[in-house]
């Protein structure tokens, strides 16, 4: 067939059809986010009419009380923000080092795959299951109680799976070019290593350690399983007091009859949330503050 | 064929060398002695094995998993694939500077002083960084911001920068993988202005596809072609610049420089 004319009728009416195609296809992606983002804002409308009043100095000067108004989190918080230093301390220099590992000096036969394969599976393991594991050999056989070692030992095997993935894609993504450089010079494998392939991947790393950790902060299940307690009227001195977090805390003021602990219970999520929301922002600082020092064009 | 005209010293010597990636053989039976303090350019079509042979100077294929190499390559006296000859050693001696300009995203005076540094010297670092710099005709391009980061350089520069950072562990070869591929013509010339200076100090081997390029700068060119079976790839003649650009002895030769194929 020959082109006679710049104008094709036929043509332009299957243009014309693409292209509704193609809005159509914008059209139903905006509504999900849309509806995403409608879900979100409901959820949070609705808690914060609830919690807002209760946003006093005392949630956080107040140990939990029988009073509604005398309550406040100041137990939990200092559970949280313990359990997630001693989480972290933990789990990053050990998924860290898995990474580095896996991806460095692991030969490549079966036993590593094997292993490789696994790490992703356990990322998908139901958190309880690390809960009844860490109440076995943590809380029991270790003989550490229900303390906020046990329960950070016990996080740090829920997260550890998704740090060294992230850690691994992070290392991943360092350019051969780099390695080869470093190695032209007469630089061993750990001074490559160390030099070059940590520091481009730390960003990566740190982000992975934030993320999972704000996971962290959320978790219930493995926490209650190994016996974290609720009523807590006293300040945590030590990684072997006994503790509780959160939502916990939430939970346990939710499941209690009366009106007013539910809005105490609404107050707490939104310090919850604004918990994980400072802490996702900072993974976010970090990382393009790590990254910048990188691509300094 | 493998030995050119000349009688001066050998710095590599490379017998009966096979390479194989896997089961595969990408080398096969390469001999050939390497001049110092020359400049010995490898040439021949895309994909006959120029940059492998060039990276077993300095085993670098040993980070590729499922190499493997026969024969020798001997340097000073010594097998470089003797089992207790570590590749760190070998890459301290023998430099390379690659295709991409492959900077560390470190300062202009890390970029020098880190492999240095890890190789434990002790003297003074300033003065080296200068030295390195002035060698390798940066230094006053570069002298007032060492501080800044190599990648901040053009393209030009920063080859210049890792050949600088080459010369700062103070090899006695340095290996060069097309090193002008990525640059525009006046940034080559700079380049091979400088390869000219430093072979006075330097063996350098050199990678490249550009004729004109190994005419140029190369005292010796190794043509390199794939084998009868299209399979792996060898040296098929080794000689004076002057005779593989005017006189080669090899039909295959003569058909690739004079650009009748490849």
């Not at chain 1, 036929?10 to 059209?27: C, I, Q, T």
């Not at chain 1, 807590?232 to 030590?238: E, H, K, N, T």
């Not at chain 1, 805390?249 to 609404?266: G, Y």
């Amino acid at each position: 067939m020959s082109v006679t004319a710049l104008r094709d009728q036929a043509f332009e009416k299957r243009l014309a059809a693409r292209k509704r195609n193609g809005r159509l296809f914008e059209v139903i992606c905006l509504l999900a986010i849309i509806f995403g983002m409608f879900m979100l804002l409901l959820l949070f409308i609705d808690i914060a009419t609830d919690g807002l009043a209760w946003l006093r100095p005392q949630l956080f000067s107040e140990f939990p009380s029988r009073f509604p108004e005398e309550s406040g989190l100041r137990s939990a918080l200092q559970g949280t923000l313990w359990l997630i230093l001693v989480t972290g301390l933990i789990a990053f220099p050990i998924g860290v080092g898995a990474a580095i590992y896996l991806e460095e000096y692991a030969p490549d036969n079966r036993l590593t795959r094997f292993i490789e394969v696994n790490i992703s599976n356990l990322a998908g393991v139901p958190s309880i299951i690390y809960g009844l594991l860490g109440l076995a050999i943590f809380v029991r056989e270790l003989e550490l109680g229900r303390s906020v070692l046990a329960g950070a030992l016990t996080m740090s095997l829920v997260i550890l799976p998704t740090i060294i993935v992230a850690s691994r894609e992070a290392i991943r993504a360092v350019p051969r070019s780099l390695r080869q450089a470093s190695f032209a010079l007469g630089a061993t494998k750990w001074q490559t290593v160390r030099n070059h392939v940590l520091p481009y991947a730390m960003p990566g790393m740190l982000t992975g350690l934030i993320l999972s950790m704000s996971r962290a902060i959320g978790e219930t299940a493995p926490l209650i399983t190994i016996g974290a307690l609720t009523y807590i009227r006293f300040d945590l001195s030590g990684p072997l007091d006994l503790f509780t977090v959160l939502p916990i805390q939430i939970f346990n003021w939710i499941s209690l009859p009366q009106k007013e602990f539910h809005d105490v219970a609404a107050a707490g999520i939104i310090i919850l949330l604004a918990v994980l929301l400072t802490m996702n922002a900072a993974a976010i600082y970090l990382r393009n503050r790590l990254q910048m020092r990188w691509q300094d064009l | 064929m493998n030995s050119p005209s000349s009688n001066g010293h050998v710095a590599l010597e490379v017998n009966r060398l096979n390479f194989y990636y896997g089961s595969s053989k990408a080398l096969a039976d390469i001999t050939m002695r390497v001049p110092t303090r020359k400049i010995t350019a490898i040439i021949g079509p895309s994909g006959c094995g120029k940059s492998t042979f060039l990276r077993c100077f300095n085993r670098m294929n040993d980070l590729i998993p499922g190499t493997r190499l026969e024969g020798e390559v001997v340097y000073h006296g010594e097998n470089l694939y003797t089992p207790d000859v570590d590749p760190a050693e070998v890459r301290r001696r023998i430099g390379m500077v690659f295709q991409k300009p492959n900077p560390f995203p470190k300062s202009i005076y890390e970029n020098i002083a880190y492999g240095p540094r890890i190789n434990g010297f002790k003297g003074n670092r300033d003065e080296l960084v200068e030295r390195t710099l002035r060698q390798a005709a940066l230094w006053d391009e570069v002298k007032d911001k060492l501080k800044e980061s190599g990648l901040s350089l053009s393209g030009g520069q920063q080859q210049r920068l890792c050949i600088a950072r080459a010369l700062a562990v103070e090899p006695e070869v340095i290996l060069m993988d097309e090193p002008c591929s990525a640059l525009d013509p006046i940034a080559t010339l700079k380049i091979e202005d400088l390869m000219r200076e430093l072979v006075q100090n330097y063996t350098i081997i050199i990678v490249t596809h550009n004729m004109q390029q190994a005419a140029r700068v190369s005292d010796y060119t190794a043509m390199m072609m794939l084998t009868d079976d299209r399979k792996s790839g060898t040296v098929i003649e080794f000689d004076d610049s002057n005779m593989i650009f005017t006189r080669p002895k090899d039909k295959r030769t003569e058909d690739y420089v004079t650009g009748r194929f490849g």
